[in-house]
């Protein structure tokens, strides 16, 4: 989503804004800022349409420089991408501000300062910030006290932070829903939507809580909670590494991510698994207190992360025994639900930042859950803070857009979470040994799946022309299938949808032709005689079937058929397994069609707005 740059420092910032700006680019955007008060009164700002190198380039046109400045990237939410309706915006040549977020009462806040006689150059709902707080600056010239005015009025989310050309040497940042960050230097500080943006001036991080105001000048940082009181946020040393230049041997990080899954598997196993026993600790300090207890599991998540859930969900109710519910975060914020007695609330997300998930995270905390656990990657996230428990995916830093290693990971996590909360219930010892052995194999079993690429890169050709797809599995790779067609149509615009494979007689099988491509995953599992049957039912129409299959589940290529053989694994651990070849593809019909496949249009990596 939207990102944001901001730093107080006795050098030029510039270059700091630009560079944090192009390590935020894999979070998707269409426009691009900077304004920089060089002195008391004298304020530059510059303004692209497009990527942050077309800010880079006008900045090179038309030079700015000084010690304070706030850079953005604007993902559109209110009004089209254009140069106007780019951050940062700005209110009678004083006050400049960036926001990430939603204000939801941003019209009757425009009526009202309209008539004020403010005059509004952008279509966005932030612009109504920077008038806010020029029109406290008039009854308080305290820049702190009069984005507290500002913030009191807003209804909906937001980061932002705020610029006054007459107080040159400090920025006021607030935070409500839309994360946000303070980066600690010396004699300088900084302020981001994200640390990877700051990681070159600083790795020490404080995160801003609901609610937080905080005054940022060269001398320090002072945080003031929802009340107003003066507090003191953790400020801790981040160990992540990302440089945003190094995708290393690959074209992109799309690709070099699914070449990192097994690594990913290995760091995120790495410490928990012991003498054939998944540790509880591995979920947090209290979940050896907790995970007895837990009769029911209600999984929220968003896109992929959903995906993971579902398929975590045969594992819970197989290896766990309990009942296991999952719901798509938007859908379970707004309607009334049911809690069932001892029930675990779990949230998947790779940021940690998901606004749905987050806010339905927020509600279900009033609703009477035993304890919430969240499976995350940040571990300084919203998420994690707000959680009992928190399982760190150590999936490592995920730049593209379209999640690769951080759904095999939440695969990994869900499969250990089953086998640690069966340990206190029927699960039994040596199945729960069986389940960690094929845990312990993932990262081999990856690396064969891996090794397809080629293959899978030839089959990408007959993609070239097709504009629909249909993807197809049973049990517990329908959910892999599902995640397979986001995937194509993340990143290559082809137009695919993801079935039951037992639901085609149910009305898919009016698609099929010779122009609708069927992809079908097939382990050779108990349900891989039904699958052949709904195989045929495609062939009796004409279809042309693509089948990534296990050799034993014998399945062989013909005119009407084409069988790419994965490597043969324990069905415990095929979903992950069968996903790696699905993401291949995707990546190979995306680079054939020509598309952006680390930002694809329209959307962004860390999902920050409703």
Known sequence: MCGIVGAVAQRDVIDILLQGLQRLEY???????????ASKGNTQRVRALGKVQALIDEVAKHPVSGGTGIAHTRWATHGEPSEINAHPHASNDRVTIVHNGIIENHESLRVELSELGYQFESATDSEVICHLVHHALKQNDSLLEAVRVAVSRLEGAYGTVVMDNQHPDRLVVARSGSPLVIGYGIGEHFVASDQLALLPVTRRFAFLDEGDVAEITRAGVRIFDINGNVVTREISESDVTHDAGDKGKFRHYMLKEIYEQPVSICNTLEGRLNNGVVLDEAFGEQAAKLLPKIEHVQIIACGTSYHAGMTGRYWLEEFAGVSCNVEIASEYRY???????????VTISQSGETADTLAALRLAKQQGYIASLTICNVSGSSLVRESEMAFMMRAGAEIGVASTKAFTVQLAALLMLSAAIGHHKSLGAEAEADLVKALQSLP???EQALAMDDAIEALAEDFADKHHSLFLGRGDQYPIAMEGALKLKEISYIHAEAYAAGEL?????????????VIVVAPNNELVEKLKSNVEEVRARGGLMYVFA?????FASDEAMKVLHVPSCDKLVAPLVYTIPLQLLSYHVAMIKGTDVDQPRNLAKSVTVE
């Not at 979070?27 to 304004?35: N, P």
């Not at 009305?507 to 609708?516: E, F, K, R, V, Y």
């Not at 296990?550 to 014998?554: F, H, M």
């Open 550 to 554: 296990d050799k034993a589940a014998q």
């Open 444 to 446: 081999a079993k990856i």
């Open 505 to 517: 007689k149910h009305g898919p099988l009016a698609l099929i032709d010779a122009d609708m491509p």
């Open 27 to 37: 979070r998707g955007y269409d426009s691009a800022g900077v304004s920089i008060t």
């Open 335 to 345: 309607r009334k639900s049911f809690v069932r007695p001892n029930s675990l609330l």
